[in-house]
């Protein structure tokens, strides 16, 4: 394995210390380092903070800014951030308004960020969205029931939206419940992930194999495939989405096409065009779209689809205005 | 080697079906398909003109934009675009102030516009610059003298922005050939690259061995260097930058962590943490950054490292606004 780093055990905050550094106009350390938040806190808003462990990245992090995150608490790789880290961040961001943590369906996450929140509970109001887009419902070692994938980064978007225009606490959090029923993501990797500190793969495959229905952190899916053309594969991954989420005729619907850290672009747009065509053919509308690298396990090779019912108002704040390292449109 | 994709031939052309229908709203196709271009040409502007072959997602089409290019030709994988579809891509979007053809020093691409700049020299007034970033002076079998590799994407932005306010073809023209004596490359590789359709590597590198001065075509670099640390790599790297650039204290530079296709955020990120120590540590002032994956060679592990001399002038170039598939910021 070889990977740009120093030592083991400074490879996070190295590359944390990097964002910030290129990102100075937009964010800064928090408290101790513990977390990153926006450089300029917003009062009168809800805060909104996530996180969870390193080798995701540009999730968290680089969803941090005006319009999505106010904080991100991240752990070592494959790690949840402690307690602690989640408090300070609590301390930090909350202007009043309360704070909404977004945690993705993993056990050690959701531990964490619950302990936090009770740890506050005296003087902050905090509500919790817990993130489970993944279509297997089976959930695996690290999670009970559907683990949260690359659709918590339209969590992240839709809510830091409504936050940025003054939703209140409990309407955030209605909104993000609501949205589990209406996002769903299923994963196909070509290669496994090898995690830097123990150097081990999370499982081989051959060169003609893939593995359907993979997690961010190299979890198995749910079934060792034949590789096979890209039609082959989104047909497959779409099947599995479509029979979640059943959308009818003319509803409209994002698709988000996800890189899991070592697939080119070219790819990721070639899976886009398949996915597309094939939702067309089907009635429905795709009415915004996103391709790209966001929500990563290490360098696996692979890409996840991401399907999401959309309604007006929430294609309106999928639209809003966002200023993060990852994400940037708008006014 | 496994690859998202259907077959071999129409590969590239599905991969820019999807960019245009995941960016409808920026870009579309031009006349036959032989192009790419931006939705709405704006009359009164010099025509910005770029391409080259596949395999360097998002480069060129997703530069594609307002404030950056009006059009870019597409090759098949690692081949120049023909005269053909740059002729196309010239008389589609030049409205009257002429085009500025921006082509990296390949001898193939270089031969390629030349010849259709001069098939429409009767009709069309066209400027060339010759993009020629890379460290390697001594260029290689696809090229006479320095490469052009990720600082093409600086050219483009700057360029772009300059046209958007209304330069004329000559001020375009003087400012790209200022450019060439500012902005310096260096890549480094750490696999060598599959082409899909001869599925051979360019090279085969050891466990512990990396290519020092790779171009983004795989071609073999300065030297074939023992694999070392992060901050080894990134110092030998500034080294060979510095020797050509040599900046004085005060300068202010642009830092650009480019990712080859196959590297992980998190390590871009913790290069620049890296580089941009380095550079401090010597008096010059990182006035700008860009970390992500933007100029590739397929999904070669690996990344560049681009320092560009900019002054006021150019800094605001740098600022204004974009809106393409792959930068976007301002207004």
Known sequence: MKKFMNRAETLVAESLAGLVAAHERLVTFGADGKFIRRRSLRPGKVSLISGGGAGHEPMHVGFVGRGMLDAACTGHVFTSPTPDQIVAAIRETDGGEGCLLIVKNYDGDVMNFEMAAELVAAEHRIATVIVRDDVNP????????????????????????????????????????????????????????????????????????????????????????????????????????????????????????????????????????????????????????????????????????????????????????????????GG
């Open 138 to 329: 089976g959930g695996s070692k690290r999670s009970q029931g559907r683990r949260g994938v690359a659709g918590t980064l339209v969590f992240e978007k839709l809510l830091g939206a409504a936050a940025e225009v003054g939703w209140r606490l409990d309407e955030l959090s209605t909104l993000g419940e609501g949205l589990n029923d209406r996002i769903r993501t299923v994963g196909v990797s070509l290669s496994g992930v090898t995690v830097p500190e123990t150097e081990r793969e999370t499982f081989v495959l051959n060169e003609d194999e893939m593995e359907m229905g993979v997690g961010i952190h190299g979890e198995p899916g749910r079934a060792r495939l034949k590789f096979a053309t890209a039609d082959e594969i989104v047909g497959v991954m779409l099947e599995a989405i479509l029979s979640d989420l059943t959308p009818n005729r003319g509803d409209t619907l994002l698709l988000f096409i996800n890189g899991f850290g070592g697939t080119p672009v070219s790819e990721l747009y070639l899976a886009y065009n398949s996915a597309q065509t094939r939702l067309q053919n089907l009635g429905v509308t795709v009415a915004r779209s996103l391709v790209g690298t966001y929500v990563t396990s290490l360098d696996m090779a692979g890409l996840s689809i991401t399907v999401a019912g959309l309604e007006e108002r929430e294609l309106s704040l999928w639209d809003a205005p966002v200023d993060t390292a990852a994400l940037r449109w």
